[in-house]
């Protein structure tokens, strides 16, 4: 059997049957990943012998009899911006190619104390930056549905691995929908969660405001474990909410009967492909011949959001990537005459162009002159979609939208238009600007085969009533595990 | 809107190639006139979020790592100390 194949719910299930071992499960994604790794490209490191070693130590304990939580055993991958100890994390930049973290980020710690097994750290667009993952100074990855194609960004190695069976889960990271874009592309899970629900101790920031680190699976039960791992108030994190979180698996109830599902009008507009729109409006029309109830509602601010997402971003990245200045870690250039020239050689050496690109517009909105202007105007657009949304959140329970405004596109085909690409995040940004969770399902496939996203958006800390309606639609159409063969 | 990419550059401690200004300059004047967009909303109200009050850890000087362990990232150490160009005459 290719335990591979598998969700990490019937992985624990074998392994507490005996099954199966943790070493088996361990060794059939370390042969995917030796199979298929040079068609997909979704790691920049590998960690086998580590893998072998944490899934032996998972063996040794259920024989003993040890009670351990359902992920133990379980093949996990983690997005390379994510610090593990001992183990580079690169953030797919040059800056960073020697980086070896003294510490582990919170979610990885709390993935340890389950007994996961760390397959490898995966790509992703230089600091997190894209919507492609074709901006990594290491290798581009490509979608596994078609090998052409991009797997969306920036989280592609964590949605790609997850698809190609290289990783059983995996974690990302969404700013403004660099997970669930690309799970939408690769036709997996992805959550992203309510921001300050999961710590972003360790995390190397992009736009500390905004980001917040998710999971990615194939079907809802795994990805309601995974979240229910991760989350909670961390004391190393400031912005995390201090809060109970329930049992999210645990507490998963199928009955959308009266459900309110709004379908706001601008996610539909020009622009989405007529085949996204007809597939997400079929899994609307399923889920109410099951009980829900579709409502339309309007968010008028939707069209400004990507706007104020780029000005709130860039000037938090320009921030948050001065710190790379070739002295305390990381690469430093060879040549230099003085520290000014230090700084500037290594920045310009070890930064891709989108990242200078991003570092530049956030010195231009912050500086004099132009703050109150662009920066200021975003954070009070910021303030008004929240408020929009929350009205919206009274007329119904979630909103049900596309992901993306299409299907995946060719590797290539949007590198040299910065516009076309921030394009690509128009249905996903609005989440981030206003802190809510949103979670991305398969909904079906596009002519070319290619896989199609939708979304459910809830309010804050609404995790429990995404996974609920995502499960009830995930049984409708029988299951969202596809492992395509490589 | 002209965009002097050259002070930019120099603000953001970022060399760039004539061929990277001319690039930057048409990249950053397309992607503010898609920002420019954006509508005036007057308002008095505080761009502070007050739902979730942000808590600090206290002041207290804790033993988390080893001096080595902190220095071994550095590109260049020398007894102990991270090695930077002088920065005074």
Do not use: W
């Amino acid at each position: 059997m290719e335990l591979y194949k598998l969700t990490a719910t019937e992985l624990s299930n074998m392994l507490r049957n005996k099954e199966c071992s943790s070493v088996e499960i361990t060794k059939s994604v370390i042969d995917r990943i030796t199979n298929v790794e040079n068609k997909v490209n979704a790691y920049i490191t590998v960690t086998n012998e580590l893998a072998i070693e944490q899934a032996k130590s998972v063996d040794e304990k259920l024989a003993k009899g040890n009670k351990l939580s359902p992920l133990a055993g379980i093949p996990v991958g983690i997005k390379d911006n994510i610090c593990t100890k001992d183990v580079l994390t690169t953030c797919a930049s040059k800056i960073l190619y020697n980086f070896v973290p003294p510490y582990n980020a919170t979610v990885y710690n709390r993935l340890l104390d389950n007994d996961v097994v760390l397959t490898g750290k995966l790509n992703l667009d230089e600091f997190a930056m894209g919507s492609s993952c074709e901006n990594s100074y290491f290798k581009k990855t490509s979608n596994p549905h078609n090998l052409e194609y991009v797997p969306g960004g920036s989280s592609g190695g964590s949605a790609a691995a997850v698809a190609a069976g290289e990783a059983i889960l995996t974690l990302g990271s969404d700013t403004g929908g660099s997970i669930r874009l690309p799970a939408a592309y690769c036709g997996v899970v992805g959550l992203k969660p309510t921001y300050g629900s999961v710590s972003r101790y360790g995390l190397v920031a992009f736009a500390s405001s905004l980001d917040q680190i998710g999971p990615f699976a194939r079907s809802i039960n795994d990805t309601a474990m995974i979240y229910s791992a991760i989350c909670g108030a961390d004391k190393m994190d400031a912005t995390s909410a201090k809060r109970e979180y329930p049992n999210f698996v645990a507490n998963l109830n199928t009955n959308i009967k009266g459900l309110r599902i709004g379908l706001p009008k601008e996610y539909f507009a020009e622009g989405v492909s007529e085949e996204v729109k007809q597939n997400v409006m079929e899994a609307a029309k399923l889920l109410e011949q099951n009980g829900a109830v579709l409502v339309p509602v309007s968010l008028p601010s939707t069209d400004y959001a990507l706007s104020a997402y780029y000005i709130i971003s860039s000037a938090e990245a320009s921030s948050n990537l001065a710190r790379f200045d070739g002295v305390k870690y990381g690469y430093r250039t060879e040549n230099y005459n003085n520290l000014i020239e230090m700084y500037e050689n290594t920045r310009s050496e070890g930064f891709g162009d989108e990242v200078k690109r991003r570092i530049l517009l956030g010195t231009f909105v912050l500086s004099s002159g132009y703050y109150d202007a662009y920066y200021k105007r975003a954070k009070l657009l910021q303030k008004q979609i929240l408020n929009e949304f929350n009205e919206t959140f009274e007329q119904c329970d979630v909103l049900l939208t596309p992901t993306g405004t299409d299907t995946a596109f060719k590797i290539g085909e949007k590198s040299n238009d910065p516009i076309k690409m921030y394009a690509n995040d128009i249905c996903t940004v609005t989440v981030n600007i206003a802190g809510l969770p949103a979670i991305s399902i398969p909904c079906g496939k596009a002519k070319n085969g290619l896989p199609i996203g939708m979304q459910f958006i809830g309010p804050k800390f609404s995790e429990q009533s995404l996974f609920n309606v995502s499960k009830k639609y995930e049984d409708l159409v029988g299951g969202f595990n596809d492992v395509p063969t490589l | 809107m002209k965009v002097d990419i050259k002070h930019l550059a120099k603000l953001s401690r970022l060399n760039t190639t004539d061929e990277e200004e001319k690039r930057f300059e048409v990249q950053l004047q397309s992607i503010l006139e898609m920002v420019d967009k954006l509508p005036c909303i007057s308002s008095n109200d505080s761009l502070v979020d007050c739902s979730n009050p942000m808590k600090c850890r206290e002041d207290v000087p804790e033993q988390l790592y080893k001096r080595e362990e902190i220095l071994s990232n550095a590109p260049q150490v020398q007894a102990g100390c991270v090695v930077v160009p002088k920065v005074i005459e």
